[in-house]
């Protein structure tokens, strides 16, 4: 069946099924807000995310970049929410450590049981460490989530001033990790 457009101001108003005097025969993809130049249709462009939507855009980039992993040490290591949980709930167990005299370089038994301390990085490597570099770690961690968390401010900073970004891009985000993981 043949469809047909109204169009007014270059743009479809209006499509039916069949034919009417005025309106323009057009293909079954064609609707109401597509554009007519006079000879060809095309479809209208994307509609611009308000700035509540591109701010839940933002967030939801940061939190995919965020826990896509970090690197220390040269080795890449997970950094999901419940990752970072457990990463600053051991650095908060390694400074209590060091305070206490148990956490010394060197010493892989800090952490109060009779085995080394390891943490496994993001290639299933064991990694054994001690005291200071767990809070080390701990702290880069945080400094992930800071850069993060920042770069995120910043780009919602423009969207509030009206300027244009590109979110997913942005060159302000971190850069992803490498696998820099070694065996």
Not at 67 to 72: C, N, R, T
Not at 83 to 102: C, H, P, V, Y
Request: proline share 7%; hydrophobic share 40%; with cysteine.
């Amino acid at each position: 069946m043949i469809r047909s457009a109204f169009i007014k101001n270059n743009t479809v108003a209006n499509v039916i099924v069949g034919t009417m005097e005025g309106h323009i025969p057009c293909p079954d993809e064609v609707g109401i807000g597509w554009l007519y130049d006079g000879t060809r249709f095309t479809p209208p462009a994307a509609p611009v995310p308000t700035q509540e939507e591109q701010r839940e855009q933002i967030d939801t980039v940061r939190d995919e970049r965020m826990g896509a992993g970090f690197v220390f040490g040269g080795r890449r290591y997970q950094s999901r929410p419940q990752d970072l949980e457990r990463i600053t709930a051991t650095g908060l167990q390694a400074q209590a450590a060091i305070q206490d005299g148990t956490g010394q370089v060197d010493n892989l038994r800090w952490h109060g049981d009779d085995t080394d301390f390891i943490w496994i990085d993001a290639d299933n490597n064991l990694v054994p460490m001690d005291a200071p570099t767990v809070l080390a770690f701990a702290r880069a961690a945080n400094a992930h989530v800071r850069a993060h968390t920042l770069a995120a401010r910043l780009i919602k900073d423009d969207i509030l001033a009206g300027r244009e970004v590109v979110i997913e891009n942005d060159p302000r985000w971190p850069p992803r990790p490498e696998r820099e993981s070694r065996e």
